[in-house]
């Protein structure tokens, strides 16, 4: 054979692979393009709905939350909503084009808002008229409930013995008749504030419709002052009751940021497993999933106030656009100022002449601090031996209605 026959063979060979590598390196570079693109129309209108969402309430601005109702930080879960939707609209060129929104909400299969003690969904439903739309459910708040279980009384010292059990662990554990006769429902926020409701069990039925509720209470976690309905029927002694309300109040510090992240998680998760039932009417044959990279991941996520898109399905070229947007709400956390008593010294003469002087103190003035590395702070915990639960207030304005002066060391 002639050395053109051999070339035309050797054409005839690798010129489909060189032009087949050619191609799919060209529909992976517009690929990464599109990706790179659509991810940066995403992010943008992620962030223009969390700063559309915001709404503040009262002129005395308090960024995060205050007991003091006329000074809040609220979200507009509604805005948040048509916000993103404008702005994926105008970048995708979709704007005045109903029927092309429309096709493009389908591939964002979930919105989630995250407010200060609960999270909003938005997602296909079938509402009442028959009719599948997207629309925004109630929030649904961060809850734990659990129950004290009480052990079999102390052989040596005699003193009753407790266990704090999550109600849904209740029918697994055997105890139902060492259950007290109350159950306790915590709603969680995104900082140490929490709602506690108390309800009266019917038997051992731990059905909601079987409950009576009994105190319905807001307070920080671990104010000492204000939490005693964490231990609400027990009879103990004093010793007993703060030992068992500071492990509860332990166990609920722990539980918090679980059960945010994992409230979250479920109802994404549901949302998005949900959606794959209306996008195959549509002729979307993409299949929704809901992609975790790490629990911690969407620990660090839902661990302050946001936003959550999730866009699935759409066409890169040679591959599928799944991607997970998050902004945070530019909400600086709201400043705490702990709260001491100045401590002022008195020494006593000795009655005994030779006799070593008797330092004393006692309490002038109620103060607030900056925070607990006050010098007169740090002393007022040493001198108290470490006794005192750290209590604060989340304005000046608290602190001052309740007796406490400004610290003139720290100058809050």
Partial sequence: MKLTDYSMIFLAIFLPIVIIAFVNTAFMIKSEKNEIYYKAIINSATQDAVAAMKQVEGSDI????SVIVDKKVSINPEQAIKTFYSSLANNFGVKDNTNALERLKMFIPVIAIIDYDGIYIHSLED????????????????????????QEVDPI??????????????ENVGL???????????????????????YQRSGFDTDSEKKNLLVSKGFYLTDMENNKELVYTEDLASDQESEL??????????????IIAKTGMKHI????????????????????????DSDTAWFETMNGIGLISVVQGISLGNRYLNYKSYSAAELSETRKYYVSAALEEDTKEPETPGAVKEERYYLEYDLYHASTKCLVYEYYISMAKDTVVPTYYQSKAQAATQGYYACPICKP
């Fill in 245 to 258: 309300r500071e492990r509860i109040v332990s166990h609920l510090s722990e539980k918090r940021r679980d």
């Fill in 176 to 198: 139902l008749e060492m259950l007290s006769n109350v159950i306790y429902e915590i709603t969680y926020t995104m900082d140490d504030y929490v709602y506690l409701n108390i």
């Fill in 157 to 170: 010292t005699h003193e009753k013995k407790y266990d704090i059990i999550n109600v849904t662990d209740v």
């Fill in 269 to 292: 998760s549901y949302a998005i497993n949900h959606h794959n039932d209306f996008a195959g009417h549509t002729g979307i044959d993409y299949r929704f999933t809901f992609a975790v």
């Fill in 127 to 150: 509402t009442s008229g028959g009719k599948i739309e997207f629309v925004t459910k109630p929030k649904v708040k961060y809850t734990y409930t659990y129950v004290i279980a009480k």
């Fill in 62 to 65: 308090d960024y995060g939350y």
